[in-house]
């Protein structure tokens, strides 16, 4: 098998544990102090189970011994598909505590995925929970086993069927090693965007202990803190900034959310008087929509904070009337760099920012198409180097050279202004700009006027081809109410101040967004109804 590894130059290392930003803790021994200092405190609700820090690290401690049961050595991998429930906490802990390697999917992802986790990680087991909702993992892991012969164990939270029940699997603990070097790779985590099969990210136990840390005191947690995680909890978002593992290393309370429905977030914020939660842009959007006839109080909420995409400033400047709380905006990715307002920043910077970076040694690069950083305030691509930052993919030297620099940078795709201040302003991905008879149009930009608009709930724009232009705009929009007249909603874009060249070329209403599986507007499926249905159908706006 290839081994999972992160690689710094020396001097970095040295740098980055000298600041104390690498403490040469891991993942499971953060978990065994904070259990030791707070062992009745709650750690986690889910359903009707509410388990202290105790009873957590009791399970995770059993989990391990009974995955090291079966033959599953140190080092080896192990996919977790599970949704929003405690064992979720328990299992991952317990394969830290087992030195065995997660690789982290989202309960959406079907065999194609995880066929593709299983086979790229060389996985040896695939823990599933048996049913959520009216989806049988079971099923799906067959499928899986059918199409990878390397994989030696499926683990079953539930009833097993042929496979290997957890809870009745032998938990000797004499079988448990020593604890791994801290700059080992604790897990895998999976790539986001919405093109293509998602790259794996090695992470360490050092990097990414500093990244949620970090984020923790960033966002306020402390023991008084209830996180909800809201979103797929294997998500790099709901899972470090400051996500569930931040919270565990505050000594908060999470509440583990099955459903990002405003009816179920809004009934677990009211009972378990949650004070800070992660959402992406379409779900704030709605929550927005549902707060004020809900009926249920969730003044507890302090903190919203909103990240996975661009949020725009439309959008933003509703979350503290609609919801009564503070928006914090997320702007990150799993491969490292993560950006935060700050909660006591000024009003137009929470609104019109994504944020500045975490730690004084993340190194911002914004350059243009030839490598070259562009004057200051003026968009570019993104470049992004630090402690928590990684210097490659595992198992794909492709994907590693078009992603990294010689130096060391990764290469995000993301667009970016910066502020004098050192504050982000995301632009978009560099694949979403439309490049219209030479004219760089922003979709980002476009979607935030479109939003202004009373009768617009929610707006993508993506291109299109055009024989004359090369490409065209074309607004997706999901009306609010009576549909607007396309005619009256471009007047309406035009009316805002816009370059002529902005205004969309074509507008097609829609009841809802395709969305990735955490819940982003992905636009390459909306590209592809363009140019499958909508192309073929719809005559060009004048």
Known sequence: MLEPKQVWPEDYIARYREKGYWRGETMFGFLERRARDIPEHIAVIGGEQRWTYADLLHRANENAARFLSFGLRPGERVVVQLPNIPEFLSVVFGL???????????????????????EKSEASAYVIAAKDGDFDYRMLARDVAARAPGLRHVVVIGEAEEFHALEDLPHDQTLLPAEPSPSSVAFLQISGGSTGLSKLIPRTHDDYIYSFRA??????????????????????????????FGALYAGSRIVMCPSPSAETAFTLIENERVTITGVVPPLALLWMQAAPTSGHDISSLEVLLVGGAKFTPEAASRVRVALGCTLQQVFGMAEGLVNYTRLDDPEDVIVNTQGRPISPDDEVLIVDDHGQPVAEGEPGLLLARGPYTIRGYHNDAAANARSFTEDGFYRTGDIVSRTPEGY?????????????????????????????????????????????????????????GEKPKMAALKAFVRGRGLAEFKVPDQIVFVEAFETTAVGKVSRKVLRQQLRGQFLKTIPMEA
């Open 424 to 480: 982000l302003v995301v632009r978009g991905r560099a694949g979403d700009h439309i490049n219209r008879a030479g004219e760089k149009i922003s979709a980002e930009e476009i979607e935030d006027h479109l939003l202004a608009h009373p009768g617009v709930f929610d707006a993508a724009v993506v291109s299109i081809p055009d024989p004359y232009l090369g490409e065209r705009s074309c607004a997706f929009v999901i009306p609010q």
């Open 96 to 118: 830290f505590r087992a030195n065995l390697i997660p690789v982290f999917a989202l309960p959406a992802h079907r065999v194609t995925e995880i066929s593709h986790f299983v």
């Open 215 to 244: 984020s923790a005191d960033i966002c306020g947690l402390s023991e008084k803190s209830v996180f909800m995680a809201a979103l797929p909890v294997a998500h790099n978002f709901p899972m470090s900034s400051p996500g569930v």
